[in-house]
């Protein structure tokens, strides 16, 4: 049963820092691995998706990466803005379409 | 990507009475899943609803207490049953792209059962 785990559970940083959110998961036999955002009480935005045979993927200030050998993905955030205070999930996909989440990262980025 | 609306976006219900959440996509979809995110937790699969055949339900989660209705390719509802505080909770529509399996969500309905 694929377990998927992310530290830390909360961060908060003064604006400007670069900063990197970990997810690490115990089956290797991925097909994908997306990270969402969810701002308070609201839907999922997703951020970004890596294909199980891709190593990174970089959108503006958000590069994530994928190392499916030892079950780990970051999600680098440079130059961070209060605006990307959000809790950040990961998320997995094996063999079905099933997403199996990670509890996330409350991020808040102080001014 | 995929537009997704939900409705109705909040809710407050007695307990023992059934709530029908509704989820439209802007496009033909294969794929349409239904999630449960409970206070302070993560997200949990509840079932996947294929169009023209039974919705497929993860363990700990029955028919008779999620009832799912998936019409077409665009639109699906769920239905809360006999509802009880424990299933106050945001519950989240999503959709898989064919191409890559990327999955976008609705805004998510956010039921309170007193």
């Known amino acids: 049963k694929q377990e998927v785990t992310q530290i830390p559970a909360a961060l908060s940083v003064p604006e400007g820092e670069n900063l990197v959110l970990n997810c690490s998961f115990t089956?290797?036999?991925?097909?994908?691995l997306q990270w969402f955002r969810q701002d308070p009480g609201k839907g999922l935005t997703s951020l970004l998706l890596?294909?199980?045979?891709?190593r990174e993927q970089t959108s503006g200030r958000l590069n994530a990466s994928l190392d499916k050998s030892s079950g780990r993905s970051t999600l680098y955030i440079a130059a961070s803005q209060p605006g990307d205070s959000a809790t950040y999930l990961c998320?997995?996909?094996?063999?079905?379409?099933?997403?199996?989440f990670g509890k996330g990262t409350k991020l808040t980025v102080n001014p | 990507s995929a537009v997704i609306s939900q409705k109705p976006s909040r809710d407050i219900c007695q307990r023992g009475t059934s709530l029908t959440i509704q989820c439209q996509v802007d496009?033909?979809?294969?794929?349409m899943f239904w999630y449960r995110q409970q206070p302070g937790q993560s997200l949990t699969l509840i079932a996947t609803?294929?169009?023209?055949?039974?919705?497929?339900?993860e363990s700990g989660f029955v028919i008779d207490k999620f009832p799912i209705s998936r019409p077409n390719l665009t639109f699906s509802t769920l239905t809360v049953s006999n509802m009880s505080p424990e299933d106050s909770s945001i519950y989240l529509c999503?959709?898989?792209?064919?191409?890559?399996?990327?999955?976008?969500f609705g805004p998510g309905t956010r039921l309170t059962v007193l």
């Open positions: 999503s959709v898989a792209t064919v191409s890559y399996n990327e999955q976008f």
């Open positions: 089956d290797s036999a991925i097909y994908n």
């Open positions: 890596i294909q199980s045979s891709q």
């Open positions: 998320a997995l996909q094996g063999g079905s379409e099933k997403l199996v």
């Open positions: 496009s033909q979809v294969t794929m």
């Open positions: 609803a294929n169009q023209g055949s039974e919705a497929t339900y």
